[in-house]
């Protein structure tokens, strides 16, 4: 079994920030990508932003140079740091991962994690 729990979310002022986490845990060989995605009401999830397992990053063009991706390898853990928030940043968060479990390390699974609520609003 493998879990992803995301952290952090709440309700902020436009231009306050927030930092957002997601633990993965379980039978897990090893982690690929770690991406979160978010969703609106009445809109599809899109992605926000995504690393691959050597640090290389992919922004969606709303939140560059306002969001910043992180992942702890050692910790199976991926970090969202987000500044400069506006009322359009307002969706359920959600943490991806792609990865190998010891059930069969030569399959790539997709995970999610159960979703954490951002709120920008005064």
């Known amino acids: 079994q493998v879990q992803l729990v995301e952290s952090g979310g709440g309700l902020v002022q436009p231009g306050g920030s927030l930092r957002l986490s997601c633990v993965a845990s379980g039978s897990i060989f090893s982690i690929d990508g770690m991406g979160w995605y978010r969703q609106a009401p009445g809109k599809q999830r899109e992605l926000v932003a995504a690393i691959t397992s050597g640090g290389s990053t992919n922004y969606a063009d709303s939140v560059k140079g306002r969001f910043t991706i992180s992942r702890d390898n050692a910790k199976n853990t991926v970090y969202l740091q987000m500044n400069s928030l506006k009322p359009e940043d307002t969706a359920v968060y959600y943490c991806?991962?792609?990865?190998?479990?010891?059930?069969?390390?030569?399959?790539?699974?997709?995970?999610w994690g159960q979703g954490t609520q951002v709120t920008v609003s005064s």
């Open positions: 991806n991962a792609d990865l190998r479990t010891y059930g069969n390390i030569f399959v790539r699974g997709d995970y």
